[in-house]
């Protein structure tokens, strides 16, 4: 996930440790996971953020964030 003149920061995804760009936003997350927005719940450092409010939620260092996926079936 580095990109050149960003800085690589380190935050917990789901409980595991993962690269990040500094200035990277929850949408950026979500984007390079290739997960479908319409389907996820996301919490950051134990708060449910709106989607509204991905694309300008930064990651910070450290930051703690699950994703959960809905799946329908029967």
């Known amino acids: 996930m580095s990109e050149t003149g960003r800085t690589p920061i380190s935050i917990v995804l789901n409980g595991e440790t993962r690269a990040a760009r500094a200035g990277d936003t929850i949408s950026d997350l979500v984007r390079a996971l290739d997960l479908d927005p319409e389907r996820l719940a996301v919490e950051l450092d134990r708060r449910i953020v709106k ?9 910070a260092p450290g930051a703690t964030l699950e994703i959960v996926q809905f799946v329908g079936g029967g």
């Open 51 to 59: 989607r509204a409010e991905w694309p300008t939620t930064a990651l």
